[in-house]
């Protein structure tokens, strides 16, 4: 059996810190080291302000920094001490060449494969955490074959990373599941061992499920696959909601009681984000398609087109409801985080409606309890946001620190994150402060119990997947009949 006392991670992003963060705390006898190129990160990680926030991370990373948990920039070392080597390092989507705006570039993978080769000596379990393609694992044990080092071998694994953000200390320590993935032959099976020993510390046995290499690689891309697909569907439904009269929180909720279908993951919104499902996805369309795969490529692309459709529905409803034109009209947009309790922005649907806002020359006063300003100001001047005119944001864009001055001479309202806060704000104070007809478009249903009184207070409410106010059912049809005439556009990559 394997002996483990040192653990190495590459990459202390939001899957690494965490993850190392957990096990560290569930193994004090370990010594679990996170390394990182980024100084700064490193940094923030050894103070009390650390890089992500994450609820109880703070607490588990203080129970344990400085005893058997350690944040550094020396890779070398930590790679040189370890037992085993957690790969998590970012997989990005390309952003140019062959297999732009869809592949997984894999370069950082890569090099992290060439230092360990360089750097370690002896026997290593080398663990890819990051998402990768199917087969990735072959680029990293083809590096280390070609290593010419007498005394190093190496087992390499797939071990996928589950956690969602906003929720990943819990997910981390109740898992559903952990996969292991690895080489069908008795040294492949004894690494898998050494790994599922670590996780037995506190995950029971039949929660772990080992596999070989490539069905663990693929499950991850499968899961997030079908976990946005959900998304899409009931996203889908909700646009005929609106136009029938239907509720689609009713309807999640009475497919939902099949337990073929399942309640989770059918919360219409304004569509998914995330560095994960729109990655991944892209990901999975260009091994099929490179795999002539054709059909099957098309059947996921509809899972993000259907994505990109929401956003932009929902900000043409905005606009249609105010009464056609938001041009120099002041819109108050609550929530930029791709959803509650993270301040992580990547992918966020938030950008694409603010983007959709600004295209008709709306002013945007925007709110998020957790993003810090320069992340908005950058996620909104990026060339796909901004294209040629990064200088409208600083016209248009105004970042508040608190939700009341964000509604100061509003028309709208827009909740575009599902903060918890945002249900107990006090309404008739925002109320008083905007403009009227006063505005809330509800792209999280949020406010669902709240829109009696909402309308009592004088507002009117607009919310995905419902007809809140009857008197607009004819004013909501014609902007769908509008819509209906544009072909969807492809999303941008
Ligand atoms: C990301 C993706 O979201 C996930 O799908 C994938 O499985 C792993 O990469 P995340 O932890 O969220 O996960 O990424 P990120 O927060 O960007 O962290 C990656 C870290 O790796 C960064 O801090 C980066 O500086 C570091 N890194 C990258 C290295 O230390 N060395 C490198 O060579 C490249
Ligand atoms: C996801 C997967 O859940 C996780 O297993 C994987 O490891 C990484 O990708 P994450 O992106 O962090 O995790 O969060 P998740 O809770 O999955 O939410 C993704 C997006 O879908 C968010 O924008 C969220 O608001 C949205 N969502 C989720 C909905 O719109 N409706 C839902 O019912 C659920």
């Known amino acids: 059996m394997v002996q483990v006392n040192n653990i190495c991670c590459i990459g202390a992003g939001y899957v690494g810190g965490p993850t190392c963060t957990v096990i560290a705390q569930m193994c004090p006898q370990i010594t679990v080291t996170v390394v990182d190129i980024n100084e700064e990160r490193i940094r923030a990680w050894n103070s009390n302000q650390l890089p992500i926030y994450e609820p109880d991370l703070q607490e588990v990373v203080e129970s344990c920094r400085g005893r058997n948990l350690f944040f550094s920039t020396n890779v070398k070392e930590a790679i040189k001490n370890a037992d085993i080597i957690f790969i998590s390092v970012n997989t990005p989507t390309k952003t140019f060449g062959m297999g732009k705006g869809r592949a997984a570039d894999l370069k950082y993978v890569e090099a992290c494969a060439r230092q360990i080769a360089d750097i370690a000596d002896g026997y290593k379990i080398v663990v890819e955490k990051s998402t990768v393609p199917v087969r990735a694992a072959e680029i990293i044990r083809r590096i280390f074959q070609t290593s010419t080092k007498p005394n190093l071998s190496f087992q390499v694994l797939s071990n996928p990373e589950f956690l969602a953000e906003g929720t990943a200390i819990e997910n981390l320590k109740n898992p559903d599941r952990i996969l292991i993935g690895g080489d069908e032959t008795p040294a492949g099976q004894e690494a898998i061992e050494a790994l599922c020993e670590i996780y037995k510390h506190w995950v029971p046995k039949n929660k772990i499920i080992t596999t070989n290499t490539w069905s663990s690689e693929l499950s991850k891309l499968a899961a997030n696959a079908f976990l946005a697909q959900r998304i899409s569907s009931i996203n889908s439904i909700s646009a005929l909601c609106e136009v029938t009269g239907a509720d689609v929180g009713e309807v999640a909720h009475a497919i939902g009681t099949d337990n073929r279908i399942g309640r989770p ?77 993270t301040g992580d922005t990547r992918e966020s649907s938030s950008i694409h409606v603010c983007k959709y806002l600004m295209d008709e020359g709306a002013h945007l006063a925007i709110y ?68 009227k007809p006063a505005f809330i478009f509800d792209g999280r249903r949020v406010l669902d119990v709240l829109h009696k009184k909402l309308q009592q207070i004088g507002f009117q409410v607009e919310t995905i997947g419902k007809r809140v106010h009857p008197a607009l059912s004819s004013h909501v049809l014609s902007c769908h009949k509008k819509q209906d005439q544009t072909p969807a556009k492809k999303i941008k990559t």
Request: aromatic share 12%; with cysteine.
């Open 265 to 341: 993951f059918l919360q219409a919104s304004i569509g998914f984000g995330g560095s994960c499902f729109q990655k991944d996805i892209l990901n999975l369309i260009y091994i099929c398609e490179t795999l002539s795969l054709h059909e099957v490529a098309l059947y996921w692309q509809q899972v993000l087109d259907i994505n990109e459709y929401q956003r932009r529905r929902f900000a043409s409803r905005i606009v249609s409801c105010l009464f056609n034109t938001v041009a120099d009209k002041k819109i108050a947009v609550l929530g930029f985080a791709f959803k509650k309790d």
């Open 368 to 435: 998020d309890p957790k993003v810090k300003k320069e992340q908005i100001i950058r996620d909104l001047t990026h060339p796909t946001i901004s294209e040629d005119n990064p200088g409208r944001v600083s016209k248009l864009v105004t970042i508040v620190s608190e939700p009341y001055a964000a509604c100061e001479n509003t028309h709208a309202l827009v909740i575009c994150t599902e903060w918890d806060i945002f249900k107990h704000l006090d309404y008739e104070r925002l109320y008083e402060k905007m403009l």
